[in-house]
T-cell receptor, first 115, second 113 residues
Framework: AQSVTQPDIHITVSEGASLELRCNYS??????LFWYVQSPGQGLQLLLK??????LVQGIKGFEAEFKRSQSSFNLRKPSVHWSDAAEYFC?????????????FGGGTRVLVKP | DAGVTQSPTHLIKTRGQQVTLRCSPK?????VSWYQQALGQGPQFIFQ???????QRGNFPDRFSGHQFPNYSSELNVNALLLGDSALYLC????????????FGSGTRLTVV
């Protein structure tokens, strides 16, 4: 069975500083990987996804993520954070089969942005 | 282009009662998945509906059931509510079971007292 671990529960970063969120996954086949962001009281918004090809994936809002198969990781990065980036971030692995598909999420990382 | 619409946004129920949550998928999507997100946790997969059938199910008891209608909208029903069912229930829509794009709604916040 697949699983996702986000080792950092909380991260505090200063506005304008860089941000990196860690994600490790466990899955027996080639993974489909996602990063979502959730603002308080809101649903999930897709930041980026990886299915195959280039291991450096660009997303919305200036985010990027790098897939490293040897480390079973899919870390999310942003060079310069804005106060509006304060939110909770979820990494997920997708299992897609003809019979159906589902996402398995990590526990999330809450990002706080200091002025 | 309307995204995923969920109703109601909030509701409070008493232990032992039954609840029905509703979801209208994004225009053009035909598959609906439901997720439960307890406070401070990541979402957990409940089940997925396609062609009005349950295609895949997560580790949830039979108290959780669902339905998909011909217009692709969906309902999530929970019977015999427990305090532990208090959570944000998220609906996600996509195109076909093998589709790789999910659009999430804003969720229904269920509180069981």
């Amino acid at each position: 069975a697949q699983s996702v671990t986000q080792p950092d529960i909380h991260i505090t970063v200063s506005e304008g500083a860089s941000l990196e969120l860690r994600c490790n996954y466990s899955y027996g086949a080639t993974p489909y990987l996602f990063w979502y962001v959730q603002s308080p009281g809101q649903g999930l918004q897709l930041l980026l996804k990886y299915f195959s090809g280039d291991t450096l994936v660009q997303g919305i809002k200036g985010f990027e993520a790098e897939f490293k198969r040897s480390q079973s990781s899919f870390n999310l990065r942003k060079p310069s954070v804005h106060w509006s980036d304060a939110a909770e971030y979820f990494c997920a692995v997708g299992v897609f089969k003809a019979a159906g598909n589902k996402l398995t999420f990590g526990g999330g990382t809450r990002v706080l942005v200091k002025p | 282009d309307a995204g995923v619409t969920q109703s109601p946004t909030h509701l409070i129920k008493t232990r032992g009662q039954q609840v029905t949550l509703r979801c209208s998928p994004k225009s053009g999507h035909d598959t609906v998945s439901w997720y439960q997100q307890a406070l401070g946790q990541g979402p957990q997969f409940i089940f997925q509906y396609y062609e009005e059938e349950e295609r895949q199910r997560g580790n949830f008891p039979d108290r959780f059931s669902g339905h998909q209608f011909p217009n692709y909208s969906s309902e999530l029903n929970v019977n015999a509510l427990l305090l532990g069912d208090s959570a944000l229930y998220l609906c996600a829509s996509s195109l076909a079971p093998g589709g790789n794009g999910y659009t999430f709604g804003s969720g229904t916040r269920l509180t069981v007292v």
